[in-house]
T-cell receptor, first 114, second 111 residues
Framework: GENVEQHPSTLSVQEGDSAVIKCTYSDSASNYFPWYKQELGKGPQLIIDIRSNVGEKKDQRIAVTLNKTAKHFSLHITETQPEDSAVYFCAAIAKRFAGNQFYFGTGTSLTVIP | DGGITQSPKYLFRKEGQNVTLSCEQNLNHDAMYWYRQDPGQGLRLIYYSQIVNDFQKGDIAEGYSVSREKKESFPLTVTSAQKNPTAFYLC??????????FGQGTRLTVV
């Protein structure tokens, strides 16, 4: 089955600096890669996603890159702000006979220091 | 408003007791999912359902049961067979091959 690894598990950056979180996946059939932000005590919320036919996608301060050959994808947050502090999860979706399954990374706890 | 609603937000279970967590969505999504979240372990899939009256076991289904009698509803029962049920439970729904929308979670504690 699919296996998604996420690094680092914790990340601290100064306000205004960039943050990069990296994930690798194992199933070459995976074709959709969302990123979620989870604030304390709340459910994860989608912040950006990318499909396997695209190499990069950007939305204001957030960008995601995908390298299908190497099976890795990364989240880039520029000009970080204190409100970016949260846990971030990457995911890969793999099609199974009984339907799609999401496989999540173990999360990165990002702290932006004012 | 459209969305996915989990209830209750906090739930306490006594040893040997079954409890049921509610998940309702009005987004007209076919697929619904239950995940368990423990510190440092990310989200682990318990059960998922792609269509009414059908569901599949995920990676950690032992000690849990579900039903999908209506498209809008996917309740999760944590049975007494689940030896370590204290966790944060997340329900999600989604159309096929796109993002999952999550509820706000239920924190279950064994007392």
């Amino acid at each position: 089955g699919e296996n998604v690894e996420q690094h680092p598990s914790t990340l601290s950056v100064q306000e205004g600096d960039s943050a990069v979180i990296k994930c690798t996946y194992s199933d070459s059939a995976s074709n959709y890669f969302p990123w979620y932000k989870q604030e304390l005590g709340k459910g994860p919320q989608l912040i950006i996603d990318i499909r396997s036919n695209v190499g990069e996608k950007k939305d204001q301060r957030i960008a995601v890159t995908l390298n299908k050959t190497a099976k890795h994808f990364s989240l880039h947050i520029t000009e970080t702000q204190p409100e970016d502090s949260a846990v971030y999860f990457c995911a890969a979706i793999a099609k199974r006979f009984a339907g799609n399954q999401f496989y999540f990374g173990t999360g990165t706890s990002l702290t932006v220091i004012p | 408003d459209g969305g996915i609603t989990q209830s209750p937000k906090y739930l306490f279970r006594k040893e040997g007791q079954n409890v049921t967590l509610s998940c309702e969505q009005n987004l007209n999504h076919d697929a619904m999912y239950w995940y368990r979240q423990d510190p440092g372990q990310g989200l682990r899939l318990i059960y998922y359902s792609q269509i009414v009256n059908d569901f599949q076991k995920g990676d950690i289904a032992e000690g849990y049961s579900v039903s999908r009698e209506k498209k809008e509803s996917f309740p999760l029962t944590v049975t007494s067979a689940q030896k370590n049920p204290t966790a944060f439970y997340l329900c999600a729904s989604g159309p096929e091959n796109t993002e999952a929308f999550f509820g706000q979670g239920t924190r279950l504690t064994v007392v």
